[in-house]
């Protein structure tokens, strides 16, 4: 049974903005470094940024400075800020525990898409 679920994604030209949202339980959010990963068309899904239960993240160089990861304790959930958006931002986004080796199954994930 999948406990993420993400919402938030659409259809925004370059240089454009969307926050995603990953909606967990209590036991994933407050034990698991949570992450968000991307599959663009055709290509394997690879993490882009991520946040652990301290607080703390990390982001791959390619998003660095465009994209902001938070976690908001009462609402368990996770946000993905995407900023500046570029068309190879585009693809699936998926949230999920980091490492991948944690992970039992994915969600349906939210499709981005930026049109240039």
């Known amino acids: 049974q999948v406990q993420l679920v993400e919402s938030g994604g659409g259809l925004v030209q370059a240089g454009g903005s969307l926050k995603l949202s990953c909606a967990t339980s209590p036991s994933i959010f407050n034990s698991n470094t949570i992450g968000w990963y991307r599959q663009p068309p055709g290509k394997q899904r690879k993490l882009v940024a991520g946040?652990?239960?301290?607080?703390?993240?990390h982001y791959v160089s390619a998003v660095k400075g465009r994209f902001t990861i938070s976690r908001d304790t009462a609402k368990n959930t996770v946000y993905l800020q995407m900023n500046n958006l570029e068309p190879a931002d585009s693809g699936v986004y998926y949230c999920n525990k980091v490492p991948e080796s944690l992970i039992d199954s994915w969600g349906q994930g939210t499709q981005v898409t930026v049109s240039s």
């Open positions: 946040i652990t239960k301290f607080g703390d993240s």
